[in-house]
């Protein structure tokens, strides 16, 4: 009886120190993610993005947090692309040519914004792979897409829909596109935050 009281002990408290470590491990990462969010407009969501890539033991660079931001941002700007398709579809078929038009923009401009964020996606993946040279070049290139692709969510939302599409469709593409628009905007801030703190390294090495 005395030796299964005392293996339940052990194993209660192997189990305590296991959550406890889990615990302690997230909360390392919370603040450090924190930290590198300190710089977007939308820190909460920038957290939320990041935090299933981080633990204590494997802490995303400043460039993996760029692109895993970045990627995030992709994957919401094709299922809004998705979406928008989807609806118009639907109003294609009831023949109704003012709310299909208004759509047809923003489908225009989602198309665009999923062009533009994929190139990006490429272009981030090979900064400081192909010589300290290129490095501002793919930076440029990068900040232009993503540039791009927040002013066409940006048009979408404030301009196209306009008064031509139902309120319930309406509210549900610009809950979409607004979530791309804050994406790309966080994207941007990790990548310039990114750049910054490696050229300051290069400085630091190379005086």
């Given at each position: 009886?005395?030796?299964?009281?005392?293996?339940?002990?052990?194993?209660?408290?192997?189990?305590?120190?296991?959550?406890?470590?889990?615990?302690?491990?997230?909360?390392?990462?919370?603040?450090?993610?924190?930290?590198?969010?300190?710089?977007?407009?939308?820190?909460?969501?920038?957290?939320?993005?990041?935090?299933?890539?981080?633990?204590?033991y494997?802490?995303?660079?400043?460039?993996?947090?760029?692109q895993?931001?970045?990627?995030?941002?992709?994957?919401?700007?094709?299922?809004?692309?998705?979406?928008?398709?989807?609806?118009?579809?639907?109003?294609?078929?009831?023949?109704?040519?003012?709310?299909?038009?208004?759509?047809?923009?923003?489908?225009?401009?989602?198309n665009?914004?999923?062009?533009?964020?994929?190139?990006?996606?490429?272009?981030?993946?090979?900064?400081?792979?192909?010589?300290?040279?290129?490095?501002?070049?793919?930076?440029?290139?990068?900040?232009?897409?993503?540039?791009?692709a927040?002013?066409?969510?940006?048009?979408?939302?404030?301009?196209?829909?306009?008064?031509?599409?139902?309120?319930?469709t309406?509210?549900?593409?610009?809950?979409?596109?607004?979530?791309?628009?804050?994406?790309?905007?966080?994207?941007?801030?990790?990548?310039?935050?990114?750049?910054?703190?490696?050229?300051?390294?290069?400085?630091?090495?190379?005086?």
């Amino acid at each position: 009886m005395a030796q299964m009281t005392f293996s339940l002990l052990v194993l209660y408290l192997t189990i305590l120190a296991c959550l406890l470590s889990t615990i302690e491990a997230r909360s390392r990462a919370r603040a450090y993610l924190e930290a590198q969010c300190r710089s977007t407009l939308y820190t909460n969501l920038c957290v939320r993005t990041l935090l299933p890539h981080a633990n204590k033991y494997d802490l995303p660079s400043p460039q993996k947090i760029a692109q895993i931001s970045l990627t995030t941002c992709l994957a919401k700007a094709r299922f809004t692309k998705a979406y928008v398709n989807m609806v118009a579809k639907e109003l294609n078929k009831t023949k109704n040519p003012g709310e299909y038009e208004a759509l047809e923009e923003c489908l225009y401009q989602i198309n665009n914004g999923v062009n533009q964020i994929t190139q990006s996606v490429k272009e981030l993946q090979q900064m400081g792979k192909d010589g300290e040279e290129n490095f501002g070049w793919h930076e440029s290139n990068v900040q232009s897409w993503v540039g791009a692709a927040l002013t066409d969510a940006t048009a979408c939302m404030d301009g196209f829909l306009g008064d031509k599409i139902g309120s319930k469709t309406k509210s549900m593409i610009k809950t979409r596109f607004l979530n791309v628009k804050e994406l790309a905007s966080n994207s941007l801030a990790l990548l310039n935050r990114f750049t910054a703190r490696h050229r300051a390294s290069r400085a630091i090495k190379n005086p």
